[in-house]
């Protein structure tokens, strides 16, 4: 099975590694990696997203010790469109969470229109965070919670500091 799956992981959380463990489960993965220019346009707080190729970097070295437990192989393609690559007709299933739900479901209008059949969206829940909330980059790199989701312990909003 071909299962897709999308996002800026900037940086990568146990929310991310939830939808990647759940993705290699199902089959090989591709990663639909948002572009410099199409990742700050879906944060919902403006803010400073590293370099595609940071990004990128980094990205394939969790995702490279995941393959290799699953015995999957892997890719990271640049997501320039929220319904591009998985679009394609070649992919099985999208691994979503409840938030980005409604994007799977537009890919899925326009695959049927194509004739195509639709994904299997599999939605995995959201991660919380020590306090309940979901684990999310922008409260990482807020300063609020470590990628695990702990609430950091001097919390007073400085921002964390994130490998270059
Ligand atoms: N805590 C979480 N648990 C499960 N999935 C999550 C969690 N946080 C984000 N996701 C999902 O991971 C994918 C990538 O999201 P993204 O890279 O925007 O991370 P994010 O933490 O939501 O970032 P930001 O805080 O900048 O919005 C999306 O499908 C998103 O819904
Ligand atoms: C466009 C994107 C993947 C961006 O992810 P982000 O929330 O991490 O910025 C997300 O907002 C979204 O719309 N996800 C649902 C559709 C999807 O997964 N598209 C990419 C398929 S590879």
Known sequence: MNVALGGTFDPVHDGHRKLFERAFELGDVTVGLTSDELAPKTRHVER????????????EAELSVLADEHDREFEVRELTDPT???VEPEFDALIVSPETRGGG????????????DPLELVVVDHVPAEDGERISSTRIVA????????LTPDRDGRGATRPE
Do not use: F, T
């Open 48 to 59: 400073y997203v590293r370099p595609y190729d940071r990004r990128k970097r980094d990205l």
């Open 84 to 86: 591009g690559i998985a």
């Open 105 to 116: 479901e537009q890919i899925n209008e326009i695959r049927r229109e194509r004739g195509h």
């Open 143 to 150: 300063g609020e919670i470590d990628e695990h989701g702990n």
